[in-house]
């Protein structure tokens, strides 16, 4: 199966930290960023042909689920850095299917419904500097982004799920706007898109150094995608508010320092 290419964006999400200086060879710097995700759209139909179509949103309702994603990133030279993030999500909730609905392998009556869906990736970024000026700074990369998707169906004496693991290639561009030397504006995204399905991972954060060490951000990620193919049809559509903490060690001295 072929679940969303996306985390969000799980999302979420790319901690949007760019370095405005050049970078330093060897370090490193790592983020946590907390996240409260809504559901602005979930469709699911499998099989395509013959499997039920309905929306999870619909039948669960969108509240908000918390999450954490994780980053670490290195610096290779002046101007290429690497980036790896961990963004795990599992949204879970209990409604009542109005109809019968056909899922995966199993049949599920009107009445009361648990559903599950999870989604989470793993991703490591090469991202090279194309441009650095005195307000803006650029970064674009590719991504090699792998998912470990499920959704399921649970009712008394019923259950049934689709789960896949699979692989995604995604372009990555990110930019950084600095205000002044405390303050920037960080915007990152991670996407492909071809004619069986696409994933977009968007993220834009204020972001605030209260002291050389330490850099904290607040923000908004969106993460949309989905895949139509023979086995699948799913779509996603994922907001979130975003906090994060993040700093930055240079392995030369061992200080750490503030991330970008």
């Not at 307000?135 to 991504?143: E, I, L």
């Not at 008394?156 to 002044?180: E, Q, S, T, W």
Request: with cysteine; net charge positive.
């Amino acid at each position: 199966m072929k679940i969303p290419t996306f985390c969000a964006l799980a999302i979420v999400l790319g901690s949007t930290t760019v370095s405005a200086q050049a970078t330093e060879p060897g370090r490193f710097g790592v983020s946590v960023e907390g996240l409260m995700v809504w559901q602005q759209r979930n469709d699911v139909r499998i099989p395509p042909k013959t499997g039920t179509p309905f929306s999870i949103v619909d039948l669960i309702g969108s509240a908000g689920t918390p999450s954490v994603r994780t980053e670490a990133t290195v610096a290779l030279n002046d101007r290429q850095e690497l980036r790896f993030v961990h963004a795990p999500l599992r949204v879970t909730g209990q409604g009542t299917a109005t109809a019968p609905i056909s899922f995966a392998d199993g049949l599920f009556q009107p009445g009361p419904t648990d559903a599950e869906f999870m989604f989470n990736s793993y991703r490591g970024t090469w991202r090279y500097r194309v441009h650095q000026g005195p307000t803006w700074t650029w970064q674009v990369g590719a991504t090699a982004f792998i998912r470990d998707a499920r959704i399921s169906l649970t009712q008394p004496g019923r259950y049934a799920k689709d789960a896949n693991v699979g692989f995604v290639p995604l372009g990555h561009i990110a930019g950084k706007a600095r205000i002044n030397d405390r303050w920037h504006v960080g915007l990152e995204l991670d996407g492909t898109a071809a004619p069986q399905g696409r994933a977009f991972d968007f993220s834009g954060t204020l972001n605030y150094r209260p002291t050389p060490k330490v850099t904290l951000s607040a923000g908004y990620r969106t993460v949309e995608g989905g895949a139509d193919v023979n086995k699948v049809y799913t779509f996603a559509w994922l907001n979130a508010v975003v906090g994060k903490v993040g700093g930055r060690l240079d392995r030369k001295s061992t200080r750490l320092n503030s991330s970008h």
